[in-house]
């Protein structure tokens, strides 16, 4: 079946540190990928996409991700975080031909002074 | 680019009475229309998506709607709330042509809680 993993519930980061988050998919064909993030309250936001071409993608915020075809991963990833990357962050991925998309349960991310 | 609307913000009900949640979209045009809900300290579920005026997939069986009477418009609706329909609604729009065809973006969203 298809799926979408986030293995991380709940991660804590200090200001300034980087930032790794992780989004394990399964699907037998190479999907689109997306991540969003969700300020609380709010609705999410598109962060960054893949769609083919370069596997490492550049997104707003400072975010980047890579997409790994041999570890069916596309984890993101920031050099250095700030208070305002408090968040709840959101893997989901995509088939080709297909309306909807399949959402990780979401990582939490705390920020720490 | 598109902007989502939906109103009300926030809502407060009894169990039992009906609900009408709307959702509208500007600046794109014949957009796939998606409802989700996220219960507190969980994931999105999806509700429903339309990718037209009148067609409507549900995704879950429960005692909510869907409706789409206009091409930028979604509604979702219930006869009777239940206290598990409490939860914040998020509604999307996706299927534009330059685009993956499932790349969406979010409204603000509902927060709506039955009592």
């Known amino acids: 079946a298809q799926s979408v993993t986030q293995p991380d519930i709940h991660i804590t980061v200090s200001e300034g540190a980087s930032l790794e988050l992780r989004c394990n998919y399964s699907?037998?064909?190479?999907?689109?990928l997306f991540w969003y993030v969700q300020s609380p309250g709010q609705g999410l936001q598109l962060l960054l996409k893949y769609f083919s071409g370069d596997t490492l993608v550049q997104g707003i915020k400072g975010f980047e991700a890579e997409f790994k075809r041999s570890q069916s991963s596309f984890n993101l990833r920031k050099p250095s975080v700030h208070w305002s990357d408090a968040a709840e962050y959101f893997c989901?991925?995509?088939?080709?031909?297909?309306?909807?998309?399949?959402f990780g349960a979401g990582t939490t991310v705390t920020v720490r002074a | 680019s598109q902007t989502i609307h939906q109103w009300p913000a926030t809502l407060v009900q009894p169990v039992g009475s009906p609900l009408s949640l709307e959702c509208t979209v500007e600046g794109t045009s014949n957009p796939n229309l998606y409802w989700y809900r996220q219960a507190a300290g969980r994931g999105l579920q999806l509700l429903f998506y339309?990718?037209?005026?009148?067609?409507i997939s549900s995704e879950v069986p429960q005692n909510l709607s869907a409706s789409r009477p206009q091409d930028r418009q979604f509604i979702l609706s219930s006869k009777k709330l239940l206290l598990s329909d409490s939860g914040f609604y998020l509604c999307?729009?996706?299927?534009?042509?330059?685009?993956?065809?499932?790349?969406?973006?979010f409204g603000p969203g509902t927060r709506l809680t039955v009592l």
């Open positions: 989901a991925v995509g088939l080709t031909n297909d309306y909807k998309l399949s």
């Open positions: 699907y037998g064909a190479t999907p689109y």
């Open positions: 999307a729009c996706g299927g534009q042509w330059d685009r993956a065809y499932n790349e969406q973006f």
């Open positions: 339309s990718v037209g005026i009148g067609q």
